[in-house]
């Protein structure tokens, strides 16, 4: 019976890998579209190199591998359109972190794109309803957009792009309203940590700044995953 089980695992992560690098091809056709989407004709350049980049598809492979060992060691199930969906938008996010680590720079070409498909794609990847999906909207498009406002009054600086508050609004739209403050704990936790490395082997010295982006997409994804068991566990220690 187990190895019944381990079987089925294992084909479902072959069949999720594969797939999901089969997806490529069809979204690599974006660079045809880009006179359609690019709203800015610097980015055009970034877009068409992170494309074509091995940093991109690295890591892309680095996202399929996490939600493949996902799926093989809980009782997800997944289908065929849920994995293309997945594929696609792990495939997104792998371009824009390609671009803000490289360039500090979160294109509309592929943010304002991302609200639509997560929008369109969140019933396949997702268990939040509608009215939990606009609320993560308005939180995490019109929170970041506040804070970014409230921050440049108090210091006169830019402390948030704007393509940081476009992605948090198509974040926001997939994670819904309760998925928000788990994505932020996931993202700040892991570039505090990426800081406290990058502080250590450069002998306390940070000459280039750490692009968020990342963070966000990385803290999204987990939040999808994890949301239900963070909870549970926040409600079993509060003794609820």
Same mark, same amino acid.
């Given at each position: 019976?187990?190895?019944?089980?381990?079987?089925?695992?294992?084909?479902?992560?072959?069949?999720?890998?594969?797939?999901?690098?089969?997806?490529?091809?069809?979204?690599?056709?974006?660079?045809?579209?880009?006179?359609?989407?690019?709203?800015?004709?610097?980015?055009?350049?970034?877009?068409?190199?992170?494309?074509?980049?091995?940093?991109?598809?690295?890591?892309?492979?680095?996202?399929?591998?996490?939600?493949?060992?996902?799926?093989?060691?809980?009782?997800?199930?997944?289908?065929?359109?849920? /994995?293309?969906?997945?594929?696609?938008? &792990?495939? +997104?996010? !792998? @371009?824009? $972190?390609?671009?803000?680590? #490289?360039?500090?720079?979160?294109?509309?070409?592929?943010?304002?794109?991302?609200?639509?498909?997560?929008?369109?794609?969140?019933?396949?990847?997702?268990?939040?309803?509608?009215?939990?999906?606009?609320?993560?909207?308005?939180?995490?498009?019109?929170?970041?957009?506040?804070?970014?406002?409230?921050?440049?009054?108090?210091?006169?600086?830019?402390?948030?792009?704007?393509?940081?508050?476009?992605?948090?609004?198509?974040?926001?739209?997939?994670?819904?309203?309760?998925? /928000?403050?788990?994505?932020?704990?996931? &993202?700040? +936790?892991? !570039? @505090?940590? $990426?800081?406290?490395?990058? #502080?250590?082997?450069?002998?306390?010295?940070?000459?280039?700044?750490?692009?968020?982006?990342?963070?966000?997409?990385?803290?999204?994804?987990?939040?999808?995953?994890?949301?239900?068991?963070?909870?549970?566990?926040?409600?079993?220690?509060?003794?609820?």
């Amino acid at each position: 019976m187990y190895a019944e089980n381990c079987k089925e695992k294992i084909t479902l992560f072959l069949f999720f890998y594969c797939h999901g690098f089969l997806f490529l091809p069809t979204l690599a056709l974006m660079e045809f579209l880009k006179d359609f989407f690019a709203f800015d004709k610097d980015e055009r350049p970034l877009i068409k190199e992170a494309i074509i980049s091995l940093q991109t598809y690295l890591i892309f492979a680095g996202y399929i591998a996490m939600l493949s060992l996902y799926a093989i060691f809980t009782s997800a199930e997944l289908t065929p359109e849920s /994995i293309y969906a997945w594929a696609g938008i &792990a495939f +997104l996010f !792998s @371009l824009l $972190t390609n671009v803000d680590v #490289k360039h500090y720079i979160l294109p509309d070409h592929i943010t304002l794109p991302l609200i639509l498909v997560l929008y369109f794609l969140f019933p396949l990847t997702s268990e939040i309803t509608p009215t939990q999906s606009f609320w993560g909207l308005i939180i995490g498009g019109g929170g970041f957009a506040l804070l970014a406002y409230v921050f440049f009054k108090v210091s006169g600086k830019h402390g948030m792009g704007g393509g940081d508050i476009k992605l948090m609004a198509a974040l926001g739209i997939w994670v819904g309203g309760m998925g /928000i403050p788990i994505l932020m704990l996931f &993202a700040s +936790l892991s !570039s @505090l940590v $990426t800081l406290f490395i990058r #502080k250590l082997f450069s002998g306390g010295k940070l000459k280039d700044p750490l692009p968020f982006g990342p963070f966000l997409c990385a803290g999204a994804v987990l939040s999808v995953l994890f949301s239900d068991a963070y909870w549970q566990l926040t409600q079993n220690f509060l003794g609820h």
